[in-house]
């Protein structure tokens, strides 16, 4: 992983997501993660970032931690790379000792803001190699760097905005997770078409909180990235994610890659 990639320059490429539920034997190793951080993926290939994250009670996004429940967030330079690491011992490792384990690779659409002072670009065509095409889910990723002087008013919005979300009609998974406990929060949820995404970020709880948050300006830093499913597997909250390998990924991709076709055409329009 080359850690001195420059804060200025946007970050692109595939992202790899993985989500666990520890068995409760293996909580310590969890909590070894969390203190490792991204030192044991240093030399992962063609990793560009990664956070290791904790989450809250039950996987969601609130004040009390989970002692269970944890999520791994990675870019890669290309697809190739994603998918080796998602087969890696690296991620068995995860998988092994999960009750639940939700696994994904994924192609940015759009994003806006940063994280960490560092913008986040559109999965870019070479980034996917020569397969091509998608269709089916997209996720979600809204990241926060809460201002800590105002973090209790912030969290009087998050629980209903919370609640909301894992009961939004189209809603297929959410998890709140966090870099750190009160003031570095981010969502990562899947959805299964925009319609149902947009009623809920514009309606109920979340409304109130992003209007809140926009009014008071609760954030120094903010990120909210759109990522289409290139392929997932596993099991959350008893439900199976998997999907049917080459197709989905080369439905995927396809998918990106007329965004891309399409985004140039109006450039040139």
Do not use: N
Not at 8 to 34: K, N, T
Not at 153 to 168: E, I
Not at 211 to 221: C, G, I, L, M, N
């Amino acid at each position: 992983m080359d850690s001195l990639t420059s804060l200025q320059e946007p970050l692109s490429g595939v992202v790899v997501v993985v989500l666990a539920d520890f068995m409760r034997q293996h909580q310590g190793w969890g909590w070894l993660r969390l203190v490792a951080g991204g030192t044991p993926y240093k030399d992962v290939p063609g990793l560009t970032q990664v956070k290791v994250m904790g989450s809250g009670h039950g996987g969601g996004f609130s004040l009390r931690p989970s002692a269970t429940h944890q999520g791994l967030i990675c870019t890669f330079s290309h697809l190739d790379l994603a998918l080796q690491f998602l087969s890696s011992s690296w991620v068995q490792a995860y998988r092994d000792r999960a009750r639940e384990c939700w696994t994904g690779v994924l192609a940015v659409q759009s994003a806006r803001g940063h994280w960490d002072k560092q913008a986040w670009q559109a999965t870019a065509p070479e980034a996917l190699g020569a397969q091509a095409p998608p269709s089916g889910p997209f996720a979600v990723l809204t990241r926060a760097s809460i201002v800590p002087t105002k973090a209790m008013a912030f969290w009087r919005y998050a629980p209903a905005a919370q609640a909301d979300l894992k009961d939004a009609a189209g809603c297929l998974l959410a998890m709140g997770l966090g870099e750190a406990p009160l003031v570095r929060q981010c969502t990562f949820s899947l959805w299964q078409d925009t319609a149902s995404m947009l009623q809920y970020a514009h309606q109920g709880a979340h409304q109130v909180a992003s209007a809140a948050a926009y009014k008071h300006q609760f954030f120094s830093e903010s990120l909210f990235v759109r990522m289409q499913v290139l392929k997932m597997s596993g099991v959350w909250l008893g439900r199976s994610f998997d999907t049917q390998e080459s197709d989905a990924v080369d439905t995927s991709i396809s998918k990106v890659q007329a965004l891309h076709s399409h985004d140039r055409e109006l450039s040139h329009a």
